[in-house]
């Protein structure tokens, strides 16, 4: 395994990430290049905006990516990448490049599922995780709660029927003001840190529907009128706000969390019980994707493994936020069990997707 170097890519939403990894869980190299900034200035992803920023990148990581591993391309065993889901516009940068670099110098291609790339992490961070186990999935975009009997065999137990907690996190962390170029999650687990959690009384989504089911557009709801009724908007930026506003704010932002993380708890309780009567042999919870790396979410559902004598294992959060590492790391699972394209006909047109 040791002979086996894969190359990551990774294009589905804002940041243009490329990575080489060996066989054996040997992170060789490791870029990100963010779109943070970009997203900052003009409230969200747009993806025609998005696109274009990856084109303008994506050559420069992948690069950056074989140097930093100090191999060339024809040193790879195999090219990565992810094929969805995500913005359609966006993943074609990725494809494109990975079957350019396939092309050049013969490899074989993986495509990768990024959630399923989320989870799999977790066997590179742990090489002691054994399928099966339960999975809970917490990005911008999905909720997920996943038992993973086998490579490529997952169930799913619960996804979000609106809102994904990260989107949920991003909107609060806008609406209070923060400063969205280090991320809205990120911005927003700070501030919470000088915040009464009782503050505001938020209720706890779905408590009545007994399944594993998530949502947070009614949580954030509620956290848009309690802002309302404070008489703050986000034209304010919170570096402007006097003491008494910021202690409101600050309050808002604590009291957020904890119902947001809660309802993780409540669901992810069930959801073990749910998996424990499929699967009696699980050992490990896996939590990942970009909300995974909130210290606040890691501490409350390492309380609900261990609760159920489970080992909760979450990836380091350059690892739990999007990254090309997880997709090579996918990729070489895949690639293992004998799941790859052959490479691209050497005839075959640059602009093919
Ligand atoms: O997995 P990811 O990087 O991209 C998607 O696949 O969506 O997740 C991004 C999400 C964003 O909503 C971001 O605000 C959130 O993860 N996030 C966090 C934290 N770091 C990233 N949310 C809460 N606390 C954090 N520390
Ligand atoms: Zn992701």
Redesign the pocket.
């Known amino acids: 395994r040791r002979d086996l170097l894969m190359l990551g890519i990774e294009t ?2 804002d ?1 243009t990430a490329a990575a080489v990894v060996r066989g054996d869980g040997e992170i060789l190299s490791q870029v990100v290049s963010s779109q943070a900034d970009l997203l900052a200035r003009y409230g969200g992803v747009a993806p025609k905006m998005a696109e274009e920023a990856h084109a303008l990148v994506i050559d420069q990581v992948v690069q950056k990516a074989l140097d930093d591993a100090k191999l060339s391309g024809s040193d790879l065993s195999a090219v990565a990448v992810t094929v969805g889901p995500g913005l359609s516009l966006c993943l074609r940068v990725g494809v494109h490049k990975a079957r350019q670099v396939a092309k050049s110098f013969g490899l074989p291609i993986v495509g990768v599922h ?1 959630m399923e790339a ?1 989870a799999l992490v977790s066997r590179l961070v742990n090489k002691d995780l054994d399928f099966p186990f339960l999975a809970l999935l ?5 909720n997920l709660l996943v038992l993973a009997h086998s490579l490529g065999q997952y169930v799913q137990l619960g996804t979000t029927i609106d809102d ?4 949920a ?2 909107k609060t ?1 806008r609406w209070l003001g923060l400063d969205m170029r280090k ?4 911005a ?2 700070e501030l919470a840190l000088d915040g009464d959690p009782d503050a505001v009384k938020f209720r706890v989504p779905m408590r009545q529907h007994k399944d594993c089911n998530f949502s947070y557009a009614g949580l954030k709801t509620q956290v848009r009128l309690a802002i309302e009724s404070k008489n703050f908007t986000d034209d304010i930026p919170i570096s402007s706000a006097s003491e008494e506003d910021r202690q409101s704010r600050a309050n808002i932002a604590a009291s957020f969390q904890r119902v947001a993380v809660l309802h993780l708890e409540e669901r992810c309780q069930r959801a073990v019980e749910w998996a424990l009567k499929i699967e009696p042999s699980i050992k490990y919870f896996v939590v990942s ?3 995974a ?3 606040y ?1 890691r501490t409350r559902l390492n309380q609900v493994a261990e609760n159920n004598r489970l080992q909760l294992v979450s990836p380091p ?1 350059s690892l ?3 990254n090309g590492v997880m997709i090579a790391w996918t990729g070489i699972e895949h690639f293992i069990a004998g799941r790859f394209e052959d490479p691209p006909a050497a005839d075959e047109p640059d602009d093919t997707q």
């Open positions: 589905s939403c940041d990024h989320h917490i990005s911008g975009g999905h994904a907690i990260g989107e996190y991003d962390a991320g809205g999650g990120p927003l687990e994707g970009g909300v790396s909130n210290k979410v959060p739990c936020t999007d």
